[in-house]
Nanobody, 123 residues
Framework: QVQLVESGGGLVQAGGSLRLSCAASERTFSSYTMGWFRQAPGKDCEFVVGISWTGHTKYKESMKGRFTISRDNAKNTVNLQMNSLKTEDTAVYYC?????????????????WGQGTQVTVSS
């Protein structure tokens, strides 16, 4: 059972930056594909970006150029650097993990989830 704990959320002005981190408890973290999802009030859970254990990344098109995912297998962490934030980026951001190499955008294909961290972007 993989336990995921997100951190780094908060309140930021539009145009600002935040860095989210997700720490995994599993010592075999390096074999998991990791993903970031978000859910805004009244909206469905939305794929943001994912990274496989080989380092392959997949971004939601609208996030490219603003968000960057990275992972540190030695520290069992995956990070999400978010720049040029917009008010529409306001949401609860979730870290998720799945067995296997493929990065999928469907939340149903991820086995483990963190509790989420709130990101609020003010105008």
């Amino acid at each position: 059972q993989v336990q995921l704990v997100e951190s780094g959320g908060g309140l930021v002005q539009a145009g600002g930056s935040l860095r989210l981190s997700c720490a995994a408890s599993e010592r075999t973290f390096s074999s998991y594909t990791m993903g970031w999802f978000r859910q805004a009030p009244g909206k469905d859970c939305e794929f943001v970006v994912g990274i496989s254990w080989t380092g392959h990344t997949k971004y939601k098109e609208s996030m490219k150029g603003r968000f960057t995912i990275s992972r540190d297998n030695a520290k069992n962490t995956v990070n999400l650097q978010m720049n040029s934030l917009k008010t529409e980026d306001t949401a609860v951001y979730y870290c998720a993990a799945r067995d296997g190499e493929m990065v999928y955008s469907s939340s149903q294909l991820y086995n483990y989830w963190g509790q989420g961290t709130q990101v609020t972007v003010s105008s």
